[in-house]
C-alpha cells in the first residue's frame, strides 16, 4: 500500500489530495501548521483507514525525518497564497516558499521519495506569450514591487527541485497550477472566485480589479488533483515542468456578471482600481491560459468540468454546509 506524506494538507487543495489518495486505497499523513489550513477542511477524511494528521511546523520539527522516511511519496502543497497574504507578508512568502521547500526536498531526497512540487503559473511573471509553455522564458518585474516575491520564491523552489532531480536519488516532478478552484475554498487572500460569492450571497457589490478585462482559466480541484496523482506516478514525468489546470478562458467581468446572474441579479459590480485593492504601481497580466499539450502527452490530462459545472459544485456543497 503507497503511503503519502501531504504538506499543507489541511489546506484546499491539499485536503482534496488527501480525500482522493484515501479513496485510492492509500495510506496519508498531512502535515499543517495551520497558518491558512483548516481542520474543517479534513472532516470527511477522520477515522478512515489509513489517515493520520500533525499539525506542526515540519520546517523545524525532526519527527518530520521520520514520516518521510517511512512514507513513498511526498506531495509538497505548502506554501504562502494569495496575492493579499503575498503584499501583506512579503517576508512570510519568502520563507514559508523557499525554507519549505528545501526542507522537504533535502528529507525526500535523503530517502530517495517520490516527490511532487506544486507550483504555480505566477511563475510565469509577466509572459506576453499566450498559452504559457513550460519551456517559455519568464520577465518579472522590479524587487521593489512585493508583488513578484510570490513567483520568484517559486521558481526558485523549481530550481531546487530540478537541481535534486539531476540525482537520482530524487524522482521529483513539478506540477505549475492556474487557478484552481472548488468546494471548500476560501475568499480569503485574493481568491477571486470564492469572494464574488460570497459578494453576492451578501447583496453585493461584487468587487472588480482593474478594468474587469484581464482573462482567467478556472480548473476544478477534482481534476487537478487527479493529474497531481498521476504525475506523480508517472516515470517519464521525472524531472520535468508541468501545467496543470483549464484552458477554458474567461474576462474577470464576465465571471462577475455571471454569478451575479446566478446568485443575486440585483447586485451591483463595482470597479476598484489596483492601487486601490493593493498597492501603487500593481502590475497584472492581461492573460493567463496554460498549454496543456504536454500534460496530455504524458498523463492523458484533460479538465473534464466547465466552469458552470464547477460554480454549480461550489453553490451545492455551500448548501449542505453549516
Given at each position: 500500500m503507497t503511503?503519502?506524506?501531504?504538506?499543507?494538507?489541511a489546506g484546499f487543495i491539499g485536503s482534496h489530495l488527501t480525500e482522493f489518495l484515501l479513496g485510492c486505497g492509500?495510506?496519508?499523513?498531512?502535515?499543517?501548521?495551520?497558518?491558512?489550513?483548516?481542520?474543517?477542511n479534513l472532516e470527511a477524511c477522520m477515522g478512515k483507514p489509513?489517515?493520520?494528521?500533525?499539525?506542526?511546523?515540519?520546517i523545524s520539527d525532526p519527527s518530520f525525518d521520520n514520516a518521510v522516511r517511512d512514507a513513498d511519496c511526498v506531495h509538497h502543497l505548502a506554501a504562502a497564497v494569495g496575492v493579499e497574504l503575498i503584499l501583506r507578508s512579503p517576508v512570510r512568502t519568502i520563507e514559508t516558499n523557499i525554507r519549505g521547500c528545501e526542507r522537504a526536498l533535502s528529507v525526500a531526497s535523503r530517502y530517495g521519495k517520490r516527490f511532487l512540487l506544486t507550483s504555480?503559473?505566477?511563475?510565469?511573471?509577466?509572459t506576453s506569450s499566450v498559452p504559457f509553455s513550460e519551456e517559455d522564458d519568464v520577465t518579472y518585474?522590479?524587487?521593489?514591487?512585493?508583488?513578484?516575491?510570490?513567483?520568484?520564491?517559486k521558481a526558485?523552489?523549481?530550481?531546487?527541485l530540478l537541481a535534486y532531480c539531476d540525482s537520482p536519488a530524487l524522482p521529483g516532478v513539478v506540477a505549475r497550477l492556474f487557478n484552481t478552484v472548488g468546494p471548500r475554498q476560501v475568499p480569503y487572500y485574493g481568491m477571486v472566485l470564492p469572494r464574488f460569492i460570497q459578494q453576492a450571497k451578501r447583496g453585493g457589490p461584487l468587487t472588480v480589479h482593474g478594468t474587469g478585462t484581464q482573462s482567467r482559466c478556472f480548473a476544478h480541484v477534482s481534476d487537478v488533483v487527479r493529474a497531481l496523482h498521476a504525475l506523480m506516478h508517472t516515470d517519464a514525468a521525472r524531472g520535468q515542468v508541468v501545467n496543470i489546470g483549464s484552458d477554458e478562458e474567461i474576462s474577470i467581468l464576465a465571471l462577475a456578471k455571471s454569478i451575479v446572474a446566478r446568485i443575486n441579479p440585483s447586485a451591483e459590480i463595482r470597479f476598484i482600481p489596483y492601487e486601490e485593492a493593493f498597492e501603487p504601481g500593481f502590475e497584472d497580466l492581461e492573460r493567463r491560459v496554460p498549454n496543456l499539450e504536454k500534460a496530455r502527452s504524458l498523463i492523458g490530462f484533460a479538465p473534464s468540468k466547465s466552469l458552470d459545472t464547477i460554480i454549480d459544485d461550489i453553490l451545492e456543497h455551500q448548501r449542505h454546509s453549516p
Open positions: 503511503r503519502n506524506v501531504v504538506t499543507g494538507g492509500e495510506e496519508v499523513v498531512v502535515w499543517d501548521d495551520l497558518s491558512t489550513g483548516s481542520m474543517k489509513g489517515f493520520t494528521y500533525v499539525i506542526s511546523d515540519f504555480t503559473s505566477e511563475v510565469y511573471g509577466k518585474g522590479p524587487t521593489s514591487k512585493h508583488r513578484w516575491s510570490y513567483g520568484i520564491s526558485v523552489d523549481e530550481f531546487l
